[in-house]
């Protein structure tokens, strides 16, 4: 069975253990070559958040996409690089300043284990490790330097102020109010859907597709980065914490505009199937739906249920 | 006079001035740039931080290294994104996780203006900021994508865990001790001198300097920017409030590991003078010495006279 939770969709051709196996492997060898950089201090706590777990979903994406897009490389390292931004992002969100968060993953957040100094720090280290990781992993596999150089400026971009870290602020400046369905998608498209977005794109560049296709891939990201939200929303709301391994109703009790709040838990998880569909319809008419994107798009939807 | 405090040894030729302003511009047009991917709130505390004055000794830096390596173009933008790393730094050394500081350039820090939350997403925010300005920059300068890649990665390699970041947890770790001169070394020549030495490394890479050249750079400015912390240290114990725009005595109240402690205050001048000295005689040995990089160097020490 599958261990991403899409066993009834994805066929046994699909190892999703074995490529997650692999791109931690790659986040393993990342420390491993930052470890003197970064000092033993700093290095414990990116290992701590890079290390624990997690899904690696922008990472099977990214190399979803690459595939499909006809890569035939192992691009694993490439897809490392997007997950250490996202471990940067778990991190600083966790913050007391941000989401005040005790758990992740079942265990205590990088700031509770390290104290709020060195986690602060540990998170920003990891965006210019993940912008070097980036460029040389994608020169690894066969890009120009302009390529390469295009592929971390990608990730900047959805990292940066535009995408997710302004997504970040924008979430919690919505706390306490009750934000139309408008602004909700409007901020989670920056905070979770950048990442999404890029980690699709990524994939496509890396395997030099044309813009066309990039624009389906784009298309795909931003639908289902916006349902894989939604989903989480719902899931904040249905869910225990023992299950989620971080605090359940904590979205609740921050009073945030999420979906279920806006449209109820039925028409919440109605508009994240829709998105699944119009993601995977966008990728089909680009000839670029392989078994692994359509398996995922549905993932971000049905891991709630 | 000329406001950078070097009237006696720069010739009225090099107007600081008017480099200065340069560069303030291009920091206000990467804001204007920026706006609409910062959202209001971000952007009001980058303008502050970028926009509110500073020696802006780096981007000279830079500019200086350019020239002296036979640039003839106009690389403020590119000066601009060194500032950006800088500002950063400066925003999150004040949270009160780092150095708890409530003013800097005589007025309020980021986070007692903004906030806690605003001051860590805005810093954060300027790093890839800093990675995709100073890769356009360098393009517009004329140079490949793989030179504008290196560029970038040479700012967010000194911006990372090997440079600023991790010189700024060394310094803080070593809070209370009484660190030997060999240590503090390694923590200044991170924290403060990594910048400085990006600083004039690509000023040269700006004007395709080869090799020696660039190593020539890369010893000033690990020179200077070690001579220009002595120096910072100095100030720190001889100068007023009033006088440095930030808080005196401040490293004595936290018993950080300092120079004046370790040499004392006359040795830790004599230490910085010598660095000086070596920094000129690198540059000069390859024909690279012009009149600001030789008043750069020596304002990093006389300021504080």
Redesign the interface.
């Known amino acids: 069975m599958s261990s991403i939770g899409v066993s009834e969709r994805a066929p046994l051709s699909i190892d999703w253990r074995a490529q997650r196996s692999a791109i931690d492997r790659e986040l393993s060898s990342l420390c491993d070559r930052?470890a003197?950089?970064?000092?033993p201090?700093?290095i414990e706590a990116v290992r701590y958040a890079l290390l624990g777990g997690g899904k690696r979903l922008r990472g099977l994406l990214l190399l979803a996409a690459y595939r499909a897009a006809g890569g035939t490389a192992d691009a694993s390292a490439l897809a490392a690089s997007i997950e250490v931004v996202h471990a940067y992002s778990l991190i600083?969100d966790d913050?007391p300043?941000?989401d005040d968060d005790d758990i992740r993953r079942g265990r205590p957040t990088a700031h509770r284990a390290f104290?709020?100094?060195?986690a602060?720090?540990a998170?920003?280290?990891m965006?210019?490790?993940a912008?070097?990781s980036a460029?040389r992993a994608a020169r690894e596999l066969g890009l120009?330097?302009?390529q390469?150089?295009n592929v971390?400026?990608e990730l900047?971009?959805a990292?940066?102020?535009?995408g997710m870290?302004?997504g970040?602020?924008?979430d919690?400046?919505a706390e306490g109010s009750d934000p139309p369905v408008e602004d909700l998608e409007r901020i989670h498209r920056a905070k979770t859907g950048a990442l999404i977005r890029a980690a699709a794109v990524i994939g496509g560049m890396a395997a030099q597709a044309l813009p066309a296709k990039l624009d389906a891939l784009a298309e795909y990201g931003d639908s289902i980065g916006l349902a894989f939200q939604i989903a989480d929303d719902v899931l904040d709301v249905t869910a225990t914490t023992d299950r989620l391994g971080k605090t359940a109703g904590r979205d609740l009790d921050l009073a945030k505009g999420t979906y279920p709040r806006a449209l109820g838990v039925a028409g919440a998880e109605r508009r994240a199937g829709e998105l699944v569909e119009q993601a995977c319809r966008a990728l089909r008419h680009e000839g670029l739906l392989n078994e692994e994107l359509d398996a995922l798009a549905h993932f971000a939807v049905e891991r709630a249920s």
Request: hydrophobic share 45%; with cysteine.
């Open positions: 930052h003197n950089d970064l000092g201090q700093l600083h913050l300043c941000m104290g709020v100094r060195t602060t720090v998170g920003v280290a965006v210019p490790v912008a070097l460029f120009s330097d302009e390469s150089a971390a400026g900047m971009h990292s940066g102020a535009g870290i302004g970040q602020l924008l919690l400046d």
